[in-house]
């Protein structure tokens, strides 16, 4: 840690302090809460145990726990951040909602990630209007206990950008095949033949054949068939839809290879799987679910 900063202190905020937004610097201190950091605007000189965060933009959110020492500087240009809070036990509950390991490394690492302009903007609305309920509301009440969790989830929310961009990093799939991919996975897109589905990638359908398998490891017709035959599940499940408008949908033209290939996959044809799931249904004492 810096030399320079000789002593330390505890921070702790007031007791129903959920979120608070800062244009100071703060000298070197621990938590006794998670705190998770959000900067507004300007930059700052942020160091977090021995590591340094030097180039900080709008949107960075830097996440801290009460094993963390921590120093904020500004570098000159003015700055607002927020602040959110939350116990020990309460970040626990979050992280177990994503992974196992998350919490142990938001208590090991130095986590940081940004957020867009868009979030940033959107997250920053919600803590100036929940920073204004907060601040008239005594602690130790109905309200107090109701900000609590709406600050929780905004940490929940964070939490989620932070592991999807972890996940995007962690994925070693082109931009383009992954917006591919998603396009296929539309129930609209379902009955469209071998070079319409081509279409959505800038390849013809054997070359983008070739980059599937290679890719994922798995055949690009088996892969459709799966997802098909998945949503013809939900489709026998959740409508009255006739079996020939179910393999309609799903761009077979002949109704008998659809069961073959349900049949294959569920180990039932898709008259005898609507059939056992609506016994099933009944038999629980379940509302029918009924969408068309």
Known sequence: MNKRFAKIYINTPNKNVVTQRYVTPSGLHIHTKWEIMILEKGTIYNQVND?????????????????????????GEP?????????????KRICACF????????????????????QLSSVTKDLEKLSKLNSVI???????????????GLIHYLLSIYMMQSME??????????????????????????????????YSYSQL?????KTFGINLITFLTEVRLEYASTLLRDTDLSI??????????????????????????PARYRKLHRAETEAKGLPPNRTR
């Open 51 to 75: 590591y340094a965060f030097t180039d900080t933009h709008p949107g960075d959110v830097f996440i801290m726990g009460p094993s963390h020492r921590h120093i904020l500087e500004i570098t």
């Open 79 to 91: 700055h607002a951040h927020w602040d959110i809070y939350c116990d020990t036990d309460t970040m």
């Open 99 to 118: 992974t196992d390991k998350l919490y142990e490394k938001l208590c090991k690492d130095h986590v940081s990630f940004s957020l867009d302009y868009n």
């Open 138 to 152: 005594n602690a130790e009440t109905e309200e107090d206990t109701a900000c609590q969790t709406i600050a929780n």
């Open 169 to 202: 990093t962690k994925i070693s799939v082109p931009a383009w095949l992954v917006d591919f991919v998603y396009e296929i996975k539309k129930p609209e897109n379902f009955s469209k033949r071998a070079n319409e589905i081509a279409k959505f990638s800038n």
């Open 209 to 213: 054949s070739k980059i599937f398998k």
């Open 244 to 269: 020939l408008t179910v393999a309609s949908e799903l761009g077979y033209s002949n109704p008998s290879i659809f069961t073959a290939k349900f049949k294959n996959k569920f180990e039932c044809s």
